[in-house]
């Protein structure tokens, strides 16, 4: 018998502590599906996801990052048009000029009125929750709205 399981992924929230009003970073995909989206990738086998949340920061962006806490997890199956995945969203602080690498295109500095289309993934989503989150303090609901 052969089972399918989904694969296991990072999403990171990276906030400019030194800048005004806090700023995100996003990056613009290279590869399909293309758009902006959060820093994030693949957990490889062996791998924590504190650990691959570390390593796609410095790949994707160039900076090193300071975990804050894990904020969600996204799972809906259709959130990747390319196979089931599972988000595990990490809240993160960083210093410093962030610069594209690895899967990104361009990197990009955005305040909350600022947020481009299109977001790849469910990334409008949990950019939703995470504002909601930090003006209100109010965690988004365990229970699947979609």
């Not at 894990?70 to 995945?85: E, I, K």
Request: hydrophobic residues 40%.
């Amino acid at each position: 018998m052969t089972y399918k399981n989904p694969a296991p992924t990072v999403d990171i929230i990276v906030e400019l502590v030194r800048r005004p009003n806090r700023p995100i970073i996003l990056i613009e995909r290279l590869n399909p599906p293309l758009g902006w989206a959060l820093p994030g990738g693949f957990v490889d086998y062996g791998e924590s996801v504190e650990a691959a949340a570390r390593r796609e920061a410095k790949e994707e962006i160039g900076l090193e990052i300071d975990l804050i806490e894990q904020f969600q997890v996204y799972s809906d199956p259709s959130r990747d048009t390319r196979f089931h995945t599972i988000a595990i969203v990490f809240l993160a602080t960083a210093i410093g000029e962030p610069q594209a690498g690895d899967d990104a295109k361009h990197v990009g500095i955005f305040e909350p009125w600022q947020t481009p289309t299109p977001l790849c993934f469910d990334h409008d989503r949990i950019l939703r929750d995470y504002w909601h989150y930090r003006h209100y303090g109010i965690r988004p609901t365990l229970f699947d709205r979609s």
